[in-house]
């Protein structure tokens, strides 16, 4: 999937697409937030941080944005617990 969302959104992106529009067309074709962030880094050449917040913040995925917020923040709660030992 990574090559097809890759290939779509560079398309895209010489067409003159504007990067958020691009997202939401992606996600509507059945592309997911990962693979968005995958052709993020690719096309726009930035690191996976700066990519991963570029798509987590865009209007394309900002339905999901709290859902997200709240799986991360229970990742860091079990990964700062198990580094602990406790």
Known sequence: MTRGV???ANG???EGGRWD???VRLRAEGF???DCIRATVEILRL?????K???????AWAD???????FHEVLE???RTEASGA
Request: charged share 40%.
């Open 77 to 79: 709660v079990e990964f």
């Open 47 to 51: 690191p996976p941080t700066d990519a």
């Open 21 to 23: 529009e691009i997202l």
């Open 64 to 70: 999901r944005r709290e859902l997200d917020d709240e």
């Open 53 to 59: 917040r570029l798509v987590h913040e865009s209007q």
């Open 32 to 34: 997911s937030k990962v």
């Open 12 to 14: 895209m992106w010489d």
């Open 6 to 8: 890759i290939a779509r």
